[in-house]
């Protein structure tokens, strides 16, 4: 989401102020925005771990090509970083920075880093910079959020009539995934059985299904028979989903009503007979139940598309010049 990707930058500029120094490039303006400029040096900082990351990852044959099109990318973005500052200092008094929250994005940042303020003020010192300057950054990329906020994301509104219509051409989305909670005795076929290893397997199972049929315990048989998963525990193998179990017991195991004892069932592993304990899901989530979430997908698709509409009008009005 493109309006997102522009108001979750706060921590950037901080990353950009200790970026590594190159000692050996030749400095020059690559880009001019009305009165603001981006130098070659700035910019080369700026796309550092970008291209780390390409090099170091990327496997295709057209790297270079990769490369140009991330750096065509990042100029975009910083032109419009600085259009949208520039905006939102125009707004005047309308939007304000506390100083208290500034450095609560400073001391998140340390303690998603596992830093100290005294070792990050130690290793902004040695890049020459200062927590001033983070401070600036920081400010200047907040006060770009709360801009894109006010002209955009307060201007968007999502009818009760657009959720409708969203959740009926989405109801593939809403569907309730169907579990269903199991108890098993099984009874496991040894390798290479026969025929006659078969029979007499089956033949013992039936025989066990008529006595549970006749009364005696369920749970009780698996503990002393069940040579299935989790027999001391009554056989209860937990949830299980479609797709997840042999097809044969999952079959019987998604039509047997709830509390009822299967028929003896014949896999490729054994002879099964199994109980329903629990189901769930099933059928279509109600739209009071999605509605939140449905909004937010309509909110971002409204807002990437409004965001468009506004940077593009801000670029139409401004003095850019591209000298890359």
């Known amino acids: ?104 994005v400073v001391q998140d940042m340390l303690n998603k880093q596992k830093l100290s303020m005294q070792d990050f003020l130690k290793s902004l010192a040695k890049e020459g910079n200062s927590i001033e300057s983070v401070k600036k950054e920081i400010r200047g990329q907040m006060m770009r959020a709360r801009l894109l906020r006010r002209e955009i994301k307060s201007k968007i509104l999502v009818s009760d009539e657009e959720i409708g219509e969203y959740y009926n051409k989405n109801r593939q989305d809403y569907e309730g995934k169907e579990t269903v909670r199991i108890k098993q005795l099984l009874l496991l076929l040894p390798p290479n059985a026969d025929k006659n290893i078969k029979a007499k397997m089956k033949n013992e199972a039936l025989q066990l299904h008529k006595r549970i049929m006749n009364g005696e315990s369920f749970d009780l048989m698996i503990v002393n028979y069940s040579q ?23 079959a019987v195991a998604f039509s047997l009503p709830i509390g009822q004892v299967s028929e003896v069932i014949e896999s490729s592993v054994g002879f099964h007979i199994i109980q329903v304990v629990e189901k769930k899901g099933a059928g279509l989530k109600p739209i009071a139940a999605v509605r939140e979430e449905i909004k937010t997908k309509i909110e971002d698709e409204k807002l990437d598309k409004k965001y468009d509409e506004w940077i593009a009008s801000i670029r139409a009005k401004s003095h850019i010049e591209i000298k890359l």
């Open 228 to 250: 299935g998963p989790a027999a001391a525990q009554g056989g209860d193998v937990g949830f299980i989903g479609k797709g997840t179990i042999i097809p044969e017991v999952e």
């Open 1 to 104: 989401m493109k309006f997102y990707k522009m108001i979750v930058l706060i921590l950037w500029g901080v990353i950009l102020l200790c970026a590594p120094v190159r000692a050996e490039v030749v400095d020059r303006i690559i880009a001019v925005v009305n009165d603001e400029i981006i130098t070659l040096y700035e910019f080369n900082a700026a796309f550092e771990p970008y291209q780390k990351n390409i090099e170091n990852n990327y496997k295709g044959n057209d790297k270079e090509a990769v490369i140009k099109q991330s750096r065509d990318g990042l100029l975009q973005r910083l032109i419009d970083n600085i259009l949208i500052e520039q905006e939102a200092k125009k707004s005047g008094a309308g939007i304000i920075v506390k100083d208290e929250e500034i450095m609560e």
